[in-house]
């Protein structure tokens, strides 16, 4: 199994979300769809067991060593997953988040998969960069619309996103005349790291860290002091993820 580098760990960090869209067969995407389209009711938890090809999604190579590499080899399904159908006309949501962890370490990811090709019009969902660090009252995120730096997760059929479960994310409006399908699945770690789970580069890594620690992501690209309170929370999960001690905040490390 080929890990994930450095860089891709700490961009997932930063961003709280990465994308990719790993070989699937044609055949498969196909049964998916037809599957998805021919259910009368949404089956929720049980989508599994409606539609059984998607369990060959998690096992796909690809897909496996993202999870490896984020949430260690223990990695474990959890029974909570759902179909989402947008039909033409749906209306956006507001925006929210699925998890609200009170330290924000990783212990469950988010899945989202395309079974068919998802165009800007088909109202995909909008993820809002760096976000999964700050305060997230549901009251008020319920009440914004569109945030500058906001991303959609639109592409070709089997593309999927790995989302930190704080990330705020909302469905656009669906403004073609197609239903855009999308399933989740939620992942979590039964245990808490004692080393990095991927493509670890000691020396190396360092560096790097502290020059994409302090890369601005999200709406406001200045420096302000929810970059410093953010740089930290990333100092954090980084430290948790390679199973390092954790360190006395220092902020001239992010401002040297």
């Known amino acids: 199994m080929i890990l994930l580098e450095d860089d891709l760990v700490l961009h997932f960090i930063n961003h709280g979300y990465l994308t990719f869209r790993p070989f699937f067969p044609a055949s498969l995407l196909e049964q998916i769809c037809r599957s998805l389209a021919a259910l009368e009711v949404n089956p929720g938890n049980h989508l599994l067991q409606e539609v059984p090809e998607l369990a060959e999604i998690l096992e796909q190579p690809d897909v496996k060593r993202f999870l490896v590499s984020l949430m260690g080899p223990q990695v474990t399904p959890h029974p909570h997953r759902h179909f989402y159908n947008s039909a033409p006309g749906s209306p956006s949501q507001g925006w929210h988040v699925d998890a609200a ?91 808490i790291p004692v080393g990095p789970s991927w493509n670890h580069q000691p020396v190396s890594s360092r560096r790097l860290f502290l020059t994409q620690c302090r890369e601005f992501v999200g709406p406001v690209k200045s420096f302000c002091s929810d970059y410093l309170a953010e740089w930290e929370w990333r100092r954090r999960l980084w430290n948790w993820l390679r199973g390092a001690p954790q360190q006395a905040p220092n902020l001239m490390d992010f401002l040297v």
């Open 101 to 191: 962890s009170p330290d924000h370490m990783l212990k469950s990811i988010i899945l989202f998969f395309l079974p068919h090709q998802v165009s800007l019009d088909m109202g995909p969902t909008v993820f809002l960069p760096g976000s999964h660090f700050r305060r997230a009252p549901m009251d008020q995120l319920s009440n914004y619309a569109n945030i500058r730096g906001q991303v959609y997760f639109t592409g070709a059929a089997g593309t999927l996103a790995l989302l930190h479960p704080d990330l705020w994310h909302a469905r656009s409006l669906n403004r073609s005349p197609h239903h855009r399908h999308m399933v989740k699945f939620m992942l979590t770690r039964p245990d």
